[in-house]
């Protein structure tokens, strides 16, 4: 089994690299990955690179590349450079080497305006995204598909609901969390009566990991799209709680409404039918796959 993987440096790439690296799987590595390992090879170059040589030797290509997550400050020009002309470029190129079968890291935060009217998010919900990162996901998205039927690829769309780590960014709020928690710190979180799904990413690349499994097969579509999500909404004040809690933190968590619009109405969560859930559900496939 070869995998082309993009977004190897990022959070979500890093760590799955960390998981396969004993597997016995090959992995060409696009990005500057700190993770090394014997089946991992790091290919040097952006996503408009050709990388033939590589995508004629892989039977997946693992798109989890994204501009945007990080820099909020890049303009629309370059993140429809970088999320929709180069992406899709590569999986052009990935048709021309043989290499179909497809698994895209998709975004909740594509949903948008959408997640105003619905606490749980169901994944035929016609996404109504609002910034310009998640445009940009969305427009990828729907253009992949139907390069997917063009080429007779096998296509998994996977959105990832918020996600937790020790690897992650400094910034971000699981990270922060636990620095104030140590330092006995208080914390101000805005809007921190959100929801959300918050999943450990150790277990979303496993869900990603299965996912490039296509004899799992769920549904009889040209194309998939599905959750990666835990399914236990909790609110960010009380997923905050919980880190203090752990560490038996002195600090305070404070909360502030920055749009009274947004304190109660934005959330991310899944409804459970659109969680992408093979791992528990080992048995059941193995049963059908032998029949």
């Not at 890093?14 to 998981?19: N, P, W």
């Not at 609002?130 to 959105?159: E, G, P, Q, V, W």
């Not at 937790?164 to 009566?193: C, M, Q």
């Amino acid at each position: 089994m070869n995998i082309f993987l993009t977004g190897a440096s990022g959070f979500v790439g890093s760590e799955f690299l960390r998981y396969v690296k004993k597997k016995n799987i090959f992995v060409y590595s696009l990005g500057n990955s700190k993770v090394k390992g014997k089946n991992i090879k790091i290919c040097k170059g952006r996503l408009n690179g050709e990388y033939n040589d590589e995508l004629s030797k892989c039977d997946y290509l693992l798109h989890l590349a994204s501009a945007g997550v990080n820099n909020k400050k890049l303009s629309y020009k370059i993140l429809y450079q970088i999320n929709v002309i180069d992406s899709l470029n590569l999986f052009r190129n990935a048709a021309r080497n043989k290499c179909l079968n497809w698994v895209i890291a998709g975004s909740s935060s594509e949903y948008g305006k959408v997640s105003f009217k619905k606490k749980k998010l169901n994944k035929n919900d016609r996404p109504l995204p609002i910034s310009d990162y998640a445009k940009t996901k969305y427009i990828f998205n729907k253009k992949i598909i139907s390069l997917a039927k063009t080429h007779k690829a096998k296509l998994r769309i996977m959105r990832i609901f918020p996600l937790y780590g020790k690897t992650e960014k400094k910034h971000r709020l699981y990270s922060t969390l636990l620095r104030r928690a140590k330092k006995n710190k208080n914390i101000t979180l805005i809007n921190g009566l959100q929801l959300r799904d918050y999943l450990n990413v150790k277990n979303a690349v496993k869900n990603l990991f299965e996912s490039l499994n296509f004899q799992i097969n769920k549904t009889n579509s040209s194309y998939q799209i599905w959750h990666i999500a835990s399914g236990k909404p909790l609110s960010i004040e009380s997923f905050a709680k919980k880190i203090f809690k752990k560490f038996n933190s002195k600090g305070r968590i404070l909360l502030k409404t920055k749009n009274k619009i947004l304190q109660d109405n934005l959330h991310h969560c899944s409804d459970l039918k659109s969680i992408w859930s093979c791992l528990k559900n080992k048995k059941r496939y193995k049963k059908s796959k032998n029949r």
